[in-house]
Every structure is written in C-alpha cells, then in structure tokens.
C-alpha cells in the first residue's frame, strides 16, 4: 500500500532542495567555529578514603571503576570553555558521590576520547588504533550521529558501523556496559533555520531510531534517551524559558548549563546498570 504521507513529505523535500542547499550552506559558513576545551581527558580518582583500619582493609578488596567515554564534539565538550564544565567534567563529581559505587569499587579511572567532527566512521576507526586497556572497560559512553547525519550517510552504512563499534567496543576492550547516547533533536537547534532544521531533524530522528533497534537487539548495550524537556523543566522550575540557554554561542553545541543537565542523567544511568550488574553477581544460580 502506497504511504501518502511519505510521498507528500518527498515531494516537500523535492521542492524545498533549493532553499536546503542554500540555508545548509550559509549556516556553515556562518556558524562561530567553537574549540574543544582545555582541560584532563584523563584521570584516577580514589573513591571512599577513610582513616578507618578495617573501611581500608575492606578497599584493598574492592576493585577500579573503569569509564571510557568517545565520540564527537559534544563528548569532547565543545560548548563549554573547560572540561569541567562539560559533560564529562559535570559527570565525574556526580559519580564519585553515589553510594553503589562508592561500595563497589575503590578508584575510578577515566578517559576521553573524542574529536570535534567525528562520523560514526571515525569513532570506529579510533577504537581500532586505540590500544586496548590494562583492564576491561566496565562502561563505555559513545556520542554520535550528529556528524553522521549532515555528512548524509545512509542509514544502512550507519547501522553497519554501529554494529561494528560496538563488536569492536566488547572484544577488544571487554566493555561490560555500552551507552549510546540519543542524537541530540536537532530541529531545535538555533544555529539550524526553518524549513532546513526539520529537514535536518527528520533525518537525525531516523538514524536514532535505528540506533535504538540496534542496542535493544544487543546485550550489554544501551541507549539512552536523553530528556530535553525533564532538562527545561528543572531549569525553568515552571517560568516559560528560551531554549536558546541549553546551547552555546554558535547554536549548535550543547552549553555547560546542558552539559550538566545531561551530565545527571547519565550519572543515573550509570548506577542503574551497575546496580543491575551487582545484582545479577549476587544471585545464586540454581
């Protein structure tokens, strides 16, 4: 059966090509070109210290923490001025407070390797020369799509290269937890004007969809679906807000306000998987 509504909105497109080509063109050569911050894309942090004996004798039988996070510009942080105002800088204070971890694991080790610009082509071929961990990774945190979706790659090629990310994330660096983090609604995006951001942000929502497909099939591998509007709303705390505050100054990256919005949701992911992970240890088998 013939969909209407998909032909009607090719049909949009078609005729709208001029105007795209045009707006998608001013924009990149309008938009402030933003660096990544400055700031450690490394560390190991020392979780729980105590003066007590036996609290120190129980650390020495805890283990690390390992978290990797890779992706593109908004993993690397571009937005904000440093790294501690970007996301992982915002994430790591989170963790080191939360109790399941704190229990767990007696250090943190961290790292991030991400680069403004990168496709889903490029995280791959990094994690291929990246030299695997002295340990297995417990969590790896992949944000892309956004440079997949402008450079227009195909949404077979994008799934295949998921796929491939994430084989290569669990046997090369034995990542226990995979997070892909949703593409971010880029028909919002200030930077992006009507009619090209709903152009620009259908094609985001499908390579999205497929993401979600592709970690709900796949143990160990989860996406996250970030909440921009549980974000608007504990910022606004009910007084209508401009969107504009939730982005940098070139309208297209996330701001360090953002930055720590996003920051607490993952933390509260993280802890639910590792909750679940304690857990599944914990059961006997029968």
Known sequence: MVNSNKIASVARDVLLAPVYLYQGRKVKRDTVRLP??????????????????????????????????????????????????????????????????????????????????????????????????????????????????TSNVSVGKWQQQIEDIITIAQRKFGVR??????????????????????????KASVLDKTLQQVCAGTEGVTYMATDFPRMIEEHSKGTPIDIKVMFASDGFHPSSLMYGYWAQQLAELIVKLLNSSAAELSSPAF
Do not use: C
């Open 36 to 149: 990544e911050p400055n700031g450690e894309r490394h560390g190991h942090i020392q979780l729980g210290k105590s003066t007590d004996t036996l609290a120190n004798t129980e650390d020495k039988t805890k283990r690390t923490l390992s978290l990797m996070i890779v992706g593109d510009s908004a993993a690397a942080g571009v937005g904000s001025q440093t790294q501690q105002e970007a996301l992982v800088g915002n994430l790591m204070p989170i963790l080191t407070q939360q109790s399941v971890i704190n229990s767990q694991f007696a250090s943190l080790i961290w790292s991030l390797q991400a680069t403004t610009g990168h496709t889903s082509f490029d995280i791959l071929r990094r994690l291929y020369v990246l030299p695997a961990s002295s340990q297995a990774v417990d969590v790896m945190v992949l944000s892309v799509g956004v440079n997949d979706t």
């Open 177 to 202: 937890q995979l997070i892909f983090l949703s593409i971010p609604p880029m028909a919002q995006m200030p930077a992006i004007p009507a009619p090209l951001n709903n152009f620009v942000g259908a």
